[in-house]
């Protein structure tokens, strides 16, 4: 049987610095589209510094699989 326990999102925003900033979204809707995924990404680059850019979105789903 496979049961779904759910999505993680984490969204990269380059903003000019050595790293990657990496904001983390629990409990996302199950197969969310990919423009809302980018609509998410564009949402959190504006709140960043001036001149942050979109580095991008990864998309985690988890499963558990038992007898």
Known sequence: ????????????IDAGGEKIEKINFQNVIEEPSEEKVLALGEI?????VEGSELYGVVLTSQSRYTK
């Not at 959190?44 to 960043?48: A, E, H």
């Open 44 to 48: 959190m680059k504006q709140l960043s």
């Open 1 to 12: 049987m496979i049961q779904h326990i759910g999505n993680k999102l984490q969204v990269e």
